[in-house]
């Protein structure tokens, strides 16, 4: 199994900064894609960013494209998301996600990922 926690959410004002972490236990993380989903209530969870296994290739969401930054390190078995720029409709439940794909694809569909973290919850206020 795969265990994923996520930190670093918190209350921002907008135009502020966050940088979101999910450490990961349980399997060689190098295995795996990362991936970033939110999800705002009454609202379906939404594709947000994914990094390949070695960091060589992204994806993101046209929302948060030139705003947010995947990045990964192998070595201390971590995924971080940096938000800058936020705005009050990144107010969301930011969960991180593991799959396996083949080199240098990602998914960008809550079922192409196997593991979930908890989450973790973004407020931007206006």
């Known amino acids: 199994q795969v265990q994923l926690v996520e930190s670093g959410g918190g209350l921002v004002q907008a135009g502020g900064s966050l940088r979101l972490s999910c450490l990961v236990s349980?399997?060689?993380?190098?295995?795996?894609?990362m991936a970033w989903f939110r999800q705002a209530p009454g609202k379906e969870r939404e594709f947000v960013t994914a990094i390949t296994w070695n960091g060589g290739r992204t994806n993101y969401a046209d929302s948060v494209k030139g705003r947010f930054t995947i990045s990964r390190d192998n070595a201390k078995n971590t995924v971080y998301l940096q938000m800058n720029s936020l705005k009050p409709e990144d107010t969301a439940v930011y969960y991180c996600a593991a799959g396996r794909f083949p080199p240098y694809e990602l998914g960008r569909r809550t079922n192409d990922y196997n593991y979930w973290g908890q989450g973790t919850q973004v407020t931007v206020s206006s």
């Open positions: 349980g399997r060689t993380f190098s295995n795996y894609a």
